[in-house]
Protein backbone atom coordinates (compact mmCIF):
# COMPACT_ATOMS: atom_id res chain seq x y z
CA UNK A 1 0.00 0.00 0.00
CA UNK A 2 1.62 3.48 -0.95
CA UNK A 3 4.78 4.07 -2.16
CA UNK A 4 7.17 5.89 -4.51
CA UNK A 5 6.80 5.71 -8.38
CA UNK A 6 9.92 5.78 -9.79
CA UNK A 7 10.02 7.33 -13.59
CA UNK A 8 13.29 7.59 -15.30
CA UNK A 9 12.07 8.66 -18.35
CA UNK A 10 9.32 11.79 -17.17
CA UNK A 11 8.49 13.69 -19.89
CA UNK A 12 5.88 15.99 -19.33
CA UNK A 13 5.25 14.12 -15.98
CA UNK A 14 2.06 12.72 -16.78
CA UNK A 15 3.57 9.63 -14.61
CA UNK A 16 3.96 11.76 -11.17
CA UNK A 17 0.54 13.51 -12.16
CA UNK A 18 -0.73 9.97 -11.73
CA UNK A 19 0.88 9.06 -8.48
CA UNK A 20 0.32 11.74 -7.35
CA UNK A 21 -3.67 11.55 -7.89
CA UNK A 22 -3.03 8.11 -6.17
CA UNK A 23 -1.31 9.69 -3.05
CA UNK A 24 1.80 8.19 -3.71
CA UNK A 25 5.26 10.01 -3.86
CA UNK A 26 7.32 10.16 -6.85
CA UNK A 27 10.97 10.49 -8.17
CA UNK A 28 11.15 12.00 -11.70
CA UNK A 29 14.02 12.02 -14.06
CA UNK A 30 14.10 13.83 -17.10
CA UNK A 31 17.51 14.74 -18.89
CA UNK A 32 15.95 17.41 -21.43
CA UNK A 33 15.51 21.11 -19.86
CA UNK A 34 12.65 21.82 -21.25
CA UNK A 35 10.59 18.73 -20.64
CA UNK A 36 11.74 19.09 -16.74
CA UNK A 37 10.38 22.27 -16.59
CA UNK A 38 7.10 21.49 -18.22
CA UNK A 39 6.92 18.71 -15.48
CA UNK A 40 7.54 21.02 -12.83
CA UNK A 41 5.09 22.93 -14.22
CA UNK A 42 2.19 20.57 -13.77
CA UNK A 43 3.33 18.69 -11.25
CA UNK A 44 3.47 22.59 -9.02
CA UNK A 45 0.11 23.10 -10.24
CA UNK A 46 -1.07 20.02 -9.15
CA UNK A 47 0.29 20.52 -5.84
CA UNK A 48 -1.28 23.93 -5.06
CA UNK A 49 -5.27 22.65 -6.36
CA UNK A 50 -4.54 19.52 -3.89
CA UNK A 51 -3.49 21.45 -0.84
CA UNK A 52 -6.55 24.47 -1.28
CA UNK A 53 -8.71 21.77 -1.77
CA UNK A 54 -7.60 20.38 0.97
CA UNK A 55 -7.96 23.71 3.16
CA UNK A 56 -4.52 24.05 3.55
CA UNK A 57 -2.64 26.83 2.55
CA UNK A 58 -1.05 27.26 -0.65
CA UNK A 59 1.96 29.26 0.29
CA UNK A 60 3.48 26.22 2.25
CA UNK A 61 3.93 24.98 -1.15
CA UNK A 62 7.52 26.01 -2.44
CA UNK A 63 8.65 25.83 -5.52
CA UNK A 64 12.20 25.45 -6.92
CA UNK A 65 13.49 28.73 -8.32
Same mark, same amino acid.
Given at each position: ?????????????????????????? !?? !????? $???????? !??????????????????? $?????
Amino acid at each position: LGGTVLDPFAGSGSTGVGALMEGRQF !IS !IERDE $TYCAIALR !IVVRLSRRACSRSGSSSSN $TKSPS
